[in-house]
Protein backbone atom coordinates (compact mmCIF):
# COMPACT_ATOMS: atom_id res chain seq x y z
CA UNK A 1 0.00 0.00 0.00
CA UNK A 2 1.03 3.40 -0.90
CA UNK A 3 0.33 6.39 1.30
CA UNK A 4 0.54 9.98 0.77
CA UNK A 5 1.36 12.31 4.11
CA UNK A 6 0.09 15.84 4.07
CA UNK A 7 1.66 17.64 6.91
CA UNK A 8 4.47 16.48 8.06
CA UNK A 9 4.50 17.62 11.71
CA UNK A 10 4.00 15.75 14.81
CA UNK A 11 0.83 13.96 14.01
CA UNK A 12 1.96 13.66 10.69
CA UNK A 13 5.31 11.89 11.11
CA UNK A 14 3.72 9.74 14.10
CA UNK A 15 1.14 8.04 12.77
CA UNK A 16 3.43 8.11 9.03
CA UNK A 17 5.77 6.52 10.90
CA UNK A 18 3.59 3.79 12.34
CA UNK A 19 2.14 2.99 9.19
CA UNK A 20 5.97 2.41 7.43
CA UNK A 21 6.90 0.02 10.58
CA UNK A 22 3.71 -1.73 9.73
CA UNK A 23 5.05 -2.62 6.20
CA UNK A 24 3.54 0.64 4.18
CA UNK A 25 5.24 2.81 1.32
CA UNK A 26 5.25 5.95 3.03
CA UNK A 27 5.75 9.43 1.53
CA UNK A 28 5.59 12.70 3.47
CA UNK A 29 4.48 16.23 1.39
CA UNK A 30 6.34 18.81 2.99
CA UNK A 31 6.61 22.46 2.27
CA UNK A 32 9.45 25.12 2.16
CA UNK A 33 12.72 23.80 4.61
CA UNK A 34 10.94 20.97 5.72
CA UNK A 35 12.10 18.93 2.60
CA UNK A 36 15.76 19.21 3.12
CA UNK A 37 15.35 18.66 6.84
CA UNK A 38 13.24 15.54 6.55
CA UNK A 39 14.49 14.15 3.32
CA UNK A 40 16.03 10.63 3.71
CA UNK A 41 16.45 11.47 7.55
CA UNK A 42 15.50 9.06 10.41
CA UNK A 43 12.42 9.19 11.80
CA UNK A 44 12.58 9.19 15.84
CA UNK A 45 9.77 9.02 18.15
CA UNK A 46 9.71 8.45 21.97
CA UNK A 47 6.23 7.14 24.04
CA UNK A 48 4.58 4.17 24.88
CA UNK A 49 5.43 2.78 21.10
CA UNK A 50 8.87 4.34 21.01
CA UNK A 51 10.49 3.46 17.46
CA UNK A 52 12.41 4.75 15.19
CA UNK A 53 12.39 4.31 11.06
CA UNK A 54 15.79 4.40 9.37
CA UNK A 55 14.55 7.12 6.13
CA UNK A 56 12.46 8.87 5.29
CA UNK A 57 10.28 9.81 1.97
CA UNK A 58 9.46 13.49 0.91
CA UNK A 59 8.30 15.51 -1.41
CA UNK A 60 7.58 19.17 -1.67
CA UNK A 61 4.15 18.91 -4.00
CA UNK A 62 1.56 15.89 -4.59
CA UNK A 63 1.98 15.73 -7.74
CA UNK A 64 5.32 14.09 -7.85
CA UNK A 65 4.36 11.47 -5.93
CA UNK A 66 1.35 9.80 -7.06
CA UNK A 67 0.09 7.47 -7.92
CA UNK A 68 -0.68 6.82 -4.14
CA UNK A 69 -3.91 4.43 -3.04
CA UNK A 70 -4.55 6.78 -0.14
CA UNK A 71 -3.53 10.57 1.24
CA UNK A 72 -3.57 11.53 4.78
CA UNK A 73 -4.63 14.67 5.53
CA UNK A 74 -2.53 15.94 8.65
CA UNK A 75 -3.09 19.77 7.83
CA UNK A 76 -4.49 22.30 9.97
CA UNK A 77 -8.17 23.22 9.63
CA UNK A 78 -7.47 26.75 7.36
CA UNK A 79 -5.46 24.32 5.23
CA UNK A 80 -7.85 21.14 4.43
CA UNK A 81 -9.73 22.73 1.47
CA UNK A 82 -6.55 23.56 -0.34
CA UNK A 83 -4.57 20.28 0.70
CA UNK A 84 -7.12 18.11 -0.35
CA UNK A 85 -7.63 20.26 -3.82
CA UNK A 86 -3.72 19.56 -4.23
CA UNK A 87 -3.56 16.23 -3.26
CA UNK A 88 -6.66 14.75 -5.92
CA UNK A 89 -3.52 14.39 -8.86
CA UNK A 90 -1.72 12.12 -6.64
CA UNK A 91 -4.40 9.75 -5.90
CA UNK A 92 -4.83 6.21 -8.09
CA UNK A 93 -7.96 6.26 -9.60
CA UNK A 94 -10.49 5.21 -7.08
CA UNK A 95 -8.15 6.22 -4.42
CA UNK A 96 -9.23 7.69 -0.79
CA UNK A 97 -8.91 11.44 0.89
CA UNK A 98 -8.54 10.71 5.02
CA UNK A 99 -8.99 14.17 7.14
CA UNK A 100 -7.43 14.06 10.26
CA UNK A 101 -8.39 17.17 11.77
CA UNK A 102 -10.07 18.82 15.37
CA UNK A 103 -13.20 20.05 14.18
CA UNK A 104 -16.04 18.83 13.01
CA UNK A 105 -16.74 19.95 9.54
CA UNK A 106 -14.06 17.96 7.64
CA UNK A 107 -15.94 15.79 5.86
CA UNK A 108 -17.54 18.72 4.54
CA UNK A 109 -15.03 19.97 2.89
CA UNK A 110 -13.45 16.75 1.35
CA UNK A 111 -17.26 16.40 0.00
CA UNK A 112 -16.13 18.95 -2.68
CA UNK A 113 -13.70 17.25 -3.78
CA UNK A 114 -14.72 13.26 -4.19
CA UNK A 115 -17.70 11.29 -3.77
CA UNK A 116 -18.45 9.95 0.05
CA UNK A 117 -17.51 6.32 -0.49
CA UNK A 118 -13.40 7.40 -1.63
CA UNK A 119 -13.69 9.70 1.95
CA UNK A 120 -13.15 8.99 5.48
CA UNK A 121 -12.63 11.31 8.40
CA UNK A 122 -11.31 10.51 11.91
CA UNK A 123 -9.68 11.46 15.35
CA UNK A 124 -6.27 10.65 16.59
CA UNK A 125 -5.82 11.22 20.38
CA UNK A 126 -1.75 11.36 21.56
CA UNK A 127 -0.45 15.26 22.86
CA UNK A 128 2.93 15.21 20.16
CA UNK A 129 5.25 17.24 19.82
CA UNK A 130 8.24 17.84 17.80
CA UNK A 131 11.71 18.12 19.58
CA UNK A 132 13.51 17.60 16.70
CA UNK A 133 13.33 18.27 12.90
CA UNK A 134 12.40 14.36 12.66
CA UNK A 135 11.77 13.50 16.29
CA UNK A 136 8.20 13.05 17.98
CA UNK A 137 8.05 12.85 21.51
CA UNK A 138 4.11 11.86 22.63
CA UNK A 139 1.97 10.84 25.62
CA UNK A 140 -1.40 10.00 25.81
CA UNK A 141 -3.25 7.50 23.79
CA UNK A 142 -1.49 5.67 20.59
CA UNK A 143 -5.38 5.52 19.30
CA UNK A 144 -6.90 6.82 15.79
CA UNK A 145 -11.02 6.39 14.78
CA UNK A 146 -11.88 6.33 11.58
CA UNK A 147 -15.35 6.81 9.92
CA UNK A 148 -17.79 8.16 7.12
CA UNK A 149 -21.08 9.52 8.38
CA UNK A 150 -22.65 8.95 4.80
CA UNK A 151 -20.88 5.71 3.42
CA UNK A 152 -18.86 2.63 4.85
CA UNK A 153 -15.04 3.31 4.79
CA UNK A 154 -13.25 2.60 1.57
CA UNK A 155 -11.05 -0.72 1.39
CA UNK A 156 -7.80 1.23 1.61
CA UNK A 157 -8.73 3.12 4.72
CA UNK A 158 -9.48 -0.62 6.46
CA UNK A 159 -6.22 -1.56 5.16
CA UNK A 160 -4.79 1.66 7.18
CA UNK A 161 -6.80 0.68 10.28
CA UNK A 162 -5.39 -3.06 9.81
CA UNK A 163 -1.70 -1.90 9.52
CA UNK A 164 -1.64 0.32 12.30
CA UNK A 165 -3.50 -2.03 14.24
CA UNK A 166 -0.29 -4.31 13.56
CA UNK A 167 2.26 -2.32 15.43
CA UNK A 168 -0.27 -1.65 18.70
CA UNK A 169 -2.15 1.35 17.57
CA UNK A 170 -5.76 1.64 19.09
CA UNK A 171 -7.15 1.82 15.68
CA UNK A 172 -10.79 1.65 15.15
CA UNK A 173 -13.17 1.78 12.33
CA UNK A 174 -17.05 4.27 13.77
CA UNK A 175 -20.16 4.04 12.09
CA UNK A 176 -21.20 7.10 13.89
CA UNK A 177 -17.92 9.29 13.31
CA UNK A 178 -19.92 12.31 14.07
CA UNK A 179 -20.31 11.45 17.40
CA UNK A 180 -16.61 10.49 17.96
CA UNK A 181 -15.90 14.03 16.60
CA UNK A 182 -17.98 16.11 18.46
CA UNK A 183 -16.98 13.99 21.47
CA UNK A 184 -13.21 14.31 21.13
CA UNK A 185 -14.07 18.51 20.38
CA UNK A 186 -15.52 19.35 23.71
CA UNK A 187 -12.22 18.96 24.70
CA UNK A 188 -10.16 20.30 22.07
CA UNK A 189 -12.69 23.32 21.57
CA UNK A 190 -12.41 24.20 25.28
CA UNK A 191 -9.07 23.67 26.01
CA UNK A 192 -7.92 25.53 22.79
CA UNK A 193 -9.87 28.30 23.92
CA UNK A 194 -8.65 28.77 27.82
CA UNK A 195 -5.26 28.08 26.92
CA UNK A 196 -4.58 30.71 24.39
CA UNK A 197 -6.99 33.56 26.75
CA UNK A 198 -5.26 32.68 30.02
CA UNK A 199 -1.44 31.94 28.61
CA UNK A 200 -1.42 28.98 31.35
CA UNK A 201 -0.85 25.17 30.92
CA UNK A 202 -3.26 22.66 31.87
CA UNK A 203 -1.71 22.19 35.37
CA UNK A 204 -2.78 25.51 36.54
CA UNK A 205 -5.79 25.60 34.15
CA UNK A 206 -7.29 22.24 35.14
CA UNK A 207 -7.23 22.71 38.50
CA UNK A 208 -7.51 26.60 39.53
CA UNK A 209 -11.39 26.88 41.13
CA UNK A 210 -11.39 30.16 39.22
CA UNK A 211 -10.79 29.22 35.77
CA UNK A 212 -12.47 26.27 36.17
CA UNK A 213 -15.83 27.55 36.25
CA UNK A 214 -15.03 29.17 33.15
CA UNK A 215 -13.91 25.75 31.45
CA UNK A 216 -17.09 23.89 33.03
CA UNK A 217 -19.20 26.68 30.89
CA UNK A 218 -17.02 25.81 28.00
CA UNK A 219 -17.58 22.38 28.23
CA UNK A 220 -20.96 22.57 28.67
CA UNK A 221 -21.75 24.83 25.47
CA UNK A 222 -19.73 22.47 23.44
CA UNK A 223 -21.74 19.97 24.66
CA UNK A 224 -25.44 21.68 24.13
CA UNK A 225 -24.30 22.30 20.16
CA UNK A 226 -23.24 19.08 19.74
CA UNK A 227 -26.40 17.28 21.21
CA UNK A 228 -28.53 19.85 19.27
CA UNK A 229 -27.15 19.35 16.19
CA UNK A 230 -27.52 15.45 16.43
CA UNK A 231 -24.26 14.17 18.10
CA UNK A 232 -24.88 10.97 20.59
CA UNK A 233 -22.88 12.47 23.21
CA UNK A 234 -23.12 10.89 26.51
CA UNK A 235 -24.46 11.93 29.70
CA UNK A 236 -21.61 12.06 31.70
CA UNK A 237 -19.68 13.66 28.89
CA UNK A 238 -18.56 16.81 30.70
CA UNK A 239 -17.14 14.86 33.87
CA UNK A 240 -15.42 12.65 31.79
CA UNK A 241 -14.08 14.96 29.84
CA UNK A 242 -13.25 17.57 32.73
CA UNK A 243 -11.54 14.16 34.19
CA UNK A 244 -9.79 13.81 31.26
CA UNK A 245 -8.21 16.74 30.80
CA UNK A 246 -7.28 16.94 34.43
CA UNK A 247 -4.85 14.17 33.45
CA UNK A 248 -2.92 16.17 31.22
CA UNK A 249 1.07 16.92 32.38
CA UNK A 250 1.60 20.22 33.92
CA UNK A 251 2.85 21.74 31.19
CA UNK A 252 0.87 21.05 27.83
CA UNK A 253 -0.84 23.30 25.92
CA UNK A 254 -2.87 22.93 23.14
CA UNK A 255 -2.16 23.10 19.82
CA UNK A 256 -3.61 26.97 18.98
CA UNK A 257 -2.14 27.86 21.93
CA UNK A 258 1.46 26.76 20.48
CA UNK A 259 0.34 28.84 17.03
CA UNK A 260 -0.13 31.75 19.19
CA UNK A 261 2.89 31.89 21.11
CA UNK A 262 4.46 31.39 17.77
CA UNK A 263 2.56 34.37 15.46
CA UNK A 264 1.04 31.42 13.37
CA UNK A 265 -2.29 31.76 11.89
CA UNK A 266 -5.10 29.72 14.79
CA UNK A 267 -7.48 27.21 13.79
CA UNK A 268 -10.31 29.81 15.61
CA UNK A 269 -12.57 29.55 13.22
CA UNK A 270 -12.95 26.11 12.91
CA UNK A 271 -13.13 25.85 16.82
CA UNK A 272 -14.48 28.36 19.50
CA UNK A 273 -15.54 29.95 15.95
CA UNK A 274 -17.83 26.60 15.15
CA UNK A 275 -19.15 26.47 18.54
CA UNK A 276 -20.30 30.08 18.17
CA UNK A 277 -21.52 29.73 14.40
CA UNK A 278 -23.62 26.79 15.06
CA UNK A 279 -25.12 28.13 18.06
CA UNK A 280 -25.87 31.12 16.56
CA UNK A 281 -27.55 28.62 13.75
CA UNK A 282 -29.40 26.46 16.42
CA UNK A 283 -30.87 28.89 19.00
CA UNK A 284 -28.30 27.65 21.65
CA UNK A 285 -26.84 30.01 24.16
CA UNK A 286 -22.85 29.76 23.64
CA UNK A 287 -21.56 33.12 25.34
CA UNK A 288 -18.24 31.97 26.75
CA UNK A 289 -17.19 30.89 22.76
CA UNK A 290 -18.54 34.18 21.31
CA UNK A 291 -16.35 35.86 24.06
CA UNK A 292 -12.95 33.64 23.19
CA UNK A 293 -13.60 33.88 19.19
CA UNK A 294 -14.23 37.66 19.23
CA UNK A 295 -11.02 38.02 21.79
CA UNK A 296 -9.11 35.85 19.84
CA UNK A 297 -9.61 37.30 16.49
CA UNK A 298 -7.49 39.89 16.07
CA UNK A 299 -4.41 37.22 16.52
CA UNK A 300 -6.48 34.37 14.03
CA UNK A 301 -4.22 35.50 10.61
CA UNK A 302 -1.34 36.34 12.40
CA UNK A 303 0.06 38.88 14.69
CA UNK A 304 0.79 41.09 11.78
CA UNK A 305 -3.23 41.19 11.10
CA UNK A 306 -3.51 42.41 14.89
CA UNK A 307 -0.62 45.28 14.82
CA UNK A 308 -2.22 49.10 15.20
CA UNK A 309 -2.35 50.48 11.92
Known amino acids: ????????GAIGLLYGGWLQKGGADVIYIARGARVAELD????????????SVPTLKVAPDPRLVGPVDVVILCVKLYDLEEAAKSALPALKPGGALVGIQNGVNAM?????????EQLAVGSVYPVAKLSGAASVTYGGLERIVLGNPDADI??????LLETWSSVGVDASHATDIQSVLWQKFIGVA??????????????????????LKYVKQAI????????????????????????????????AIASMRVDLDAGRKLELEGLSGEVARLGRLLSV??????????????FRDGPAAAAPR
Do not use: W
Not at 108 to 116: D, G, I, K, M, S
Not at 220 to 247: Q, W
Open 1 to 8: MRVAVMGA
Open 40 to 51: KSALSVQGRLSF
Open 108 to 116: ETLQRFLPA
Open 154 to 159: PDVVKG
Open 190 to 211: TGSAINCLTRLPAGVVYHDDGI
Open 220 to 251: SEVIDVGRVAGANIPAKAAETTLAYLKTFPFN
Open 285 to 298: PTPFHQMAYDMLLP
